[in-house]
C-alpha cells in the first residue's frame, strides 16, 4: 500500500472497514497502525493536515516527567519511560537522548539549596522508576560543570547541580512516520476529510461516518468508530450521544524560540518559574542539523476557553516566559529577539473538582459508547502508542476478533537503515531510510538542492518529496509541519512562501490563483500569529551576532 491521498479517498468509498479512525494527530495515527497490524481493515480521516493540532505543537519530549513523580503519578511515570523505551528501538531516526541539567539556585527563593538533598532523592526515584533504562544514571555535577553546559547561568547564584537523562523528538515528523507505517500495513489515510455525521443502524449501532473530501461528501462504511480527536473529543462525540457531559479541559501551552547565541544552552536545562510552581524547559534545537542552533523555551500551562481550532499566543504567554528564562540567565532576552512561537491544546480529562491544570493527571481515559464508539482521551506525547493499544483492545472487544497489540516491535517507517553513511545526516535523523529518496530528488536537479531559507537547512526538493510522498496540500503542511521552518524562523518563513507554492504548484496542479492565495494565506497566519503575541518582525539575522 502507498501513503497516497487519491488512493485513500477511493477507499473510503469503495471498501468496507473494521474500523474508522477520526483524528490524525499521534494518537489516532498510532490506533490506526495498531488496528492495521493487528489485521483490522482501518481507514483514518483528520478533518485538516495530519499533526496540525497538539500534536505539531507539543515541547517535543519524549519523557516519565520528573514533576508528576512529585504529583505521585508513579504509574504514570513508570508507563511513559517503558514506551520512551519502546520509542527509542522503534523509530531511532526520530528519538533522540538528551540529558537535562536541573540547576540549584541559592537564593531568591527559586529552588534553595537546603532541598537540593530532596532533588537528589527525586532523581534516583526518576531512575528507579525507568529512567534508568536510558543506560545512563543521574549524576550530580559541580558548579563549574553547571556553568558550562550553560554559561549564561547566574555564577553567582548557582551551586552544585544535576544531570539526567530523557529523550526527544520532532512530534509532527513522528505523527507524520506512524501514519505512513499505518499505511504501510493497509490502512487508508486521508488528511483533509472531516467528519459530517455518524451512521447507524436501527438498534442504534454505529455503522459507519460520512466524511467530506475535496468536496465530495463519502459514506463510509465501518462497524467501529474510534474517535482520538484530542480536543475535540466531545464534538465528536456529540455527534453519537448529544447529551453526553463534557470530558475535556483544554489547557493552552506555548513555546517561544530564540537564538540560540543568547542561551548557550549545551543540553537542556529546566528553570524553575518565579513566584510559581512550575518549571520550564530550555532545549537547544539544532535547526535539524543546520549551520545555525537555536533554543526553544516553554511551557505555559494556563486554562484555555477560546476557539479550539487555533489557539493564539498572548502578550502574557510571552510575558511570563520571559520572566522565566530572564530570572535564571545572564542574558535578557526582549520580544524583538523571538523568532519563532508556537500554541498548542492538552486535551486534559476533566477533574471532579476544580484544579490548576498544571495539577491535572496525564493519564488517558478509553470509553465506549453503547452505539460503538471508542472515545481516548487525555495523555501525552510519549505514551500515545500505549493509548493506541488500549483503545484498539476496546475495538476488539466490540468486533469479536482481532487479538492483542503488535506494536512494541513494529519499527517506523524509515527506521531500517537509517543510519546508512550514504544519507545526509540532516536527512536520516528526520526522514530515516527514505532520506534516500529527497537526495536523489537533489541531485537530479541542482535548483532542489538549493536552500529552502539560506539560514535553516531545509532544500527546495523537501517542497516537492512533502507534495509527491508525505501528503503536503498547503504552504503551511510544509513550513509548519513537514519541515519546521515557521517554528524557527516565522517571519523567513513568510518570505519563502512565494517559493514554496511554486514548487507546490507544479506537484499539486494549482493555478495561478490558487498559488497566491495558498501564499496569502500562510502569511496571514504569520501575521495573526506574530500580533496576538505583540511581537516585533524578526530577521534571522540575529543569528549571526552572538551577545559579547
Given at each position: 500500500m502507498t501513503f497516497d491521498r487519491a488512493e485513500g479517498i477511493r477507499r473510503l468509498g469503495a471498501d468496507a472497514f473494521d474500523v474508522l479512525v477520526v483524528g490524525g494527530g499521534i494518537t489516532g495515527t498510532g490506533v490506526a497502525l495498531d488496528a492495521a497490524s493487528r489485521g483490522l481493515r482501518t481507514a483514518l480521516v483528520e478533518k485538516g493536515d495530519l499533526?496540525?493540532?497538539?500534536?505539531?505543537?507539543?515541547?517535543?519530549?519524549?519523557?516519565?516527567?520528573?514533576?508528576?513523580l512529585q504529583q505521585k503519578e508513579v504509574g504514570l511515570v513508570y508507563e511513559a519511560l517503558a514506551e520512551r523505551q519502546i520509542l527509542r528501538k522503534t523509530a531511532p531516526h526520530l528519538v533522540r537522548v538528551l540529558p537535562f541539567l536541573l540547576p540549584v539556585f541559592t537564593r531568591d527563593g527559586l529552588l534553595p539549596r537546603r532541598i537540593a538533598r530532596i532533588l537528589g532523592a527525586t532523581m534516583w526515584a526518576y531512575d528507579l522508576t525507568g529512567g534508568l533504562r536510558i543506560g545512563k544514571l543521574h549524576k550530580r555535577v559541580s558548579k563549574d560543570e553547571a556553568l558550562r553546559y550553560m554559561p549564561t547561568l547566574p555564577a553567582d547564584n548557582i551551586a552544585a547541580s544535576y544531570i539526567y537523562y530523557d529523550a526527544a523528538a520532532d512530534d509532527a515528523r513522528l505523527t507524520l512516520t506512524v501514519?505512513?507505517?499505518?499505511?504501510?500495513?493497509?490502512?487508508?489515510?486521508?488528511?483533509?476529510?472531516?467528519?459530517?455525521?455518524?451512521?447507524?443502524?436501527?438498534?442504534?449501532n454505529v455503522r459507519g461516518a460520512r466524511v467530506r473530501a475535496d468536496g465530495e461528501e463519502i459514506e463510509v462504511r465501518a462497524r467501529t468508530i474510534v474517535n482520538a480527536t484530542g480536543v475535540w473529543s466531545?464534538?465528536?462525540?456529540?455527534?453519537?450521544?448529544?447529551?453526553?457531559?463534557?470530558?475535556?479541559r483544554p489547557a493552552k501551552g506555548i513555546h517561544i524560540t530564540v537564538p540560540w547565541s543568547l542561551v548557550q544552552n549545551e543540553i537542556a536545562v529546566v528553570i524553575p518559574v518565579p513566584k510559581d510552581r512550575r518549571s520550564v524547559f530550555v532545549v537547544p534545537w539544532g535547526g535539524d542539523g543546520g549551520p545555525h542552533r537555536f533554543t526553544y523555551i516553554g511551557t505555559t500551562d494556563t486554562d484555555y476557553d477560546g476557539p479550539i481550532d487555533d489557539p493564539q499566543i498572548t502578550a502574557d504567554d510571552v510575558s511570563y516566559l520571559l520572566r522565566a528564562i530572564n530570572g535564571a540567565s545572564?542574558?535578557?532576552?526582549?520580544?524583538?529577539?523571538?523568532?519563532?512561537?508556537?500554541?498548542?491544546?492538552?486535551?486534559?480529562?476533566a477533574a471532579a473538582k476544580s484544579e490548576r491544570t498544571a495539577d491535572l493527571s496525564r493519564r488517558h481515559s478509553v470509553h465506549t459508547s453503547p452505539g460503538g464508539v471508542v472515545t481516548v482521551t487525555g495523555g501525552k506525547l510519549t505514551t500515545y502508542r500505549r493509548m493506541a493499544a488500549d483503545a484498539v483492545d476496546e475495538v476488539v472487544g466490540v468486533l469479536g476478533h482481532g487479538g492483542h497489540s503488535r506494536t512494541k516491535?513494529?519499527?517506523?517507517?524509515?527506521?531500517?537503515?537509517?543510519?546508512?553513511?550514504?544519507?545526509?545526516?540532516?536527512?536520516?535523523?528526520?526522514?530515516?531510510?527514505?532520506?534516500?529518496?529527497?537526495?536523489?530528488?537533489?541531485?537530479?536537479?541542482?535548483?532542489?538542492?538549493?536552500?529552502?531559507?539560506?539560514?535553516?537547512?531545509?532544500?527546495?526538493?523537501?517542497?516537492?518529496?512533502?507534495?509527491?510522498?508525505?501528503?503536503?496540500?498547503?504552504?503551511?503542511?510544509v513550513l509548519s509541519r513537514r519541515t519546521r521552518a515557521r517554528l524557527?524562523?516565522?517571519?523567513?518563513?513568510?518570505?519563502?512562501?512565494?517559493?514554496?507554492?511554486?514548487?507546490?504548484?507544479?506537484e499539486l496542479g494549482w493555478s495561478?490563483?490558487?498559488?497566491?492565495?495558498?501564499?496569502?494565506?500562510?502569511?496571514?497566519?504569520?501575521?495573526?500569529?506574530?500580533?496576538?503575541?505583540?511581537?516585533?518582525?524578526?530577521?534571522?539575522?540575529?543569528?549571526?551576532h552572538p551577545p559579547a
Open positions: 499533526a496540525s493540532g497538539t500534536s505539531s505543537k507539543s515541547s517535543k519530549l519524549v519523557h516519565g516527567g520528573i514533576r508528576y501514519a505512513k507505517t499505518a499505511a504501510a500495513h493497509g490502512a487508508a489515510v486521508v488528511n483533509y476529510a472531516p467528519l459530517v455525521g455518524l451512521s447507524k443502524d436501527a438498534a442504534g466531545d464534538e465528536v462525540r456529540a455527534l453519537d450521544d448529544a447529551t453526553h457531559a463534557t470530558t475535556i545572564t542574558t535578557k532576552i526582549t520580544e524583538a529577539d523571538i523568532l519563532g512561537t508556537w500554541a498548542g491544546l492538552r486535551p486534559l480529562v516491535r513494529i519499527a517506523l517507517q524509515g527506521a531500517d537503515g537509517w543510519d546508512a553513511p550514504d544519507i545526509p545526516q540532516n536527512l536520516r535523523e528526520r526522514y530515516g531510510a527514505d532520506g534516500r529518496d529527497v537526495a536523489a530528488l537533489e541531485r537530479s536537479d541542482p535548483q532542489l538542492a538549493r536552500p529552502l531559507i539560506e539560514q535553516l537547512p531545509y532544500s527546495r526538493a523537501e517542497v516537492v518529496y512533502a507534495a509527491r510522498a508525505e501528503m503536503a496540500r498547503t504552504v503551511d503542511d524557527l524562523a516565522r517571519d523567513a518563513s513568510a518570505a519563502a512562501a512565494d517559493d514554496v507554492a511554486t514548487l507546490m504548484a507544479g495561478d490563483d490558487e498559488r497566491e492565495h495558498q501564499v496569502a494565506r500562510y502569511r496571514a497566519l504569520v501575521a495573526e500569529e506574530r500580533i496576538a503575541g505583540g511581537l516585533p518582525e524578526t530577521a534571522l539575522d540575529a543569528l549571526s
